[in-house]
């Protein structure tokens, strides 16, 4: 179980302070996939910095499994944002998917079939000895997935990882996450900005608001799990999710708008 409790973070530097995050308290239960969703600049992926235990807070605290995360927590795989500076360029395809398994001390042959069954997991059984660089942003996006689902995470932390990639793969890549999700038992947090992807992924959806970020709700989402692109997005309770938390998200800017006009 994933805890984050007060979670508070203000970056300072340069004389001049920026809150990032001014309180914010929820729990993923195990096996969870939870979406975040929530304007630009709200703090999303400070959030996931904080969780992955590569920013320290200056308040709260995330805890996994009742342990504090002081530092990279074993068992967590993170896919960044800028996938493009996540994999090494002078290292071929599997190279960077395998390294992360080095480092946990796997034997050669387990590494082997683990690094060939995730590149076919996301249909990229062919590139195996490509360097980055040769791959369109997709395709690396694609292995960035495919380096951490090898890794065999028990939470898997994705911050905007389909941001760039065109919309037919982009739909493709979101199908791969449920099946993933599905087969191995992993706890998700995935965060987007997109309205309509979280509510089509996601078993809860966190909604936060623009800064300074609150959580404005913590939404089940009652669709059945078997999705598809085409049935799910058209069905009506989706559009009444949607819907939903649109305008949640629109309520929250108008507040913060009031809040801060002429007086
Ligand atoms: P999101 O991922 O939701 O777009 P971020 O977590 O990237 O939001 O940023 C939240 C706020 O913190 C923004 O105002 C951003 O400018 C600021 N911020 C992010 N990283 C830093 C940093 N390293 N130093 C100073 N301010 C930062
Ligand atoms: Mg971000």
Not at 90 to 114: D, F, G, S, T
Not at 123 to 128: I, V, Y
Request: hydrophobic share 45%; aromatic share 6%; proline share 6%.
């Amino acid at each position: 179980m994933l805890t984050v409790s007060g979670l508070q973070k203000t970056y300072t530097g340069d004389g001049r302070s920026v809150e990032a995050i001014r309180d914010l308290t929820f729990t993923l239960a195990d096996g969870d996939l939870t979406c975040l969703v929530g304007p630009s600049g709200c703090g999303k992926t400070t959030l996931l910095k904080c969780i992955a235990g590569l920013l320290t807070p200056s308040g709260g605290t995330v805890t996994l499994d009742d342990a504090p995360v002081t530092g990279p927590p074993p068992g967590m795989a993170v896919v960044f944002q800028e996938y493009g500076r996540s994999l090494f360029p002078w290292m071929r395809v599997a190279a960077n998917v395998e390294l992360p398994l080095r480092q946990k001390h796997i034997p050669r042959e387990r590494r082997r079939a683990l690094v060939h069954e995730s590149l076919a997991a996301v249909g990229l059984a062919d590139a195996h000895s490509a360097y980055p660089w040769q791959l369109s942003g997709g395709m690396q996006q694609r292995v960035a997935i495919a380096r951490a689902i090898a890794y065999e995470p028990r939470v898997l932390l994705m911050d905007e990882p389909f941001a760039a990639v065109d919309a037919q793969t982009r739909a493709d890549l979101e199908d791969l996450i449920r099946d993933l999700w599905h087969r191995l038992g992993v706890t998700v947090l995935f965060v987007t900005h997109d309205i309509d992807e979280a509510v089509y992924l996601g078993q809860n959806v966190l909604i936060l608001s623009a800064s300074p970020t609150v959580i404005l709700e913590h939404l089940p989402i009652d669709l059945p799990a078997e999705r598809d692109q085409l049935h799910t997005r058209a069905a009506p309770r989706f559009i009444e999710l949607r819907t939903h938390v649109y305008g949640q998200i629109q309520a929250a800017k108008k507040a913060v708008r009031a809040d801060a006009g002429p007086r």
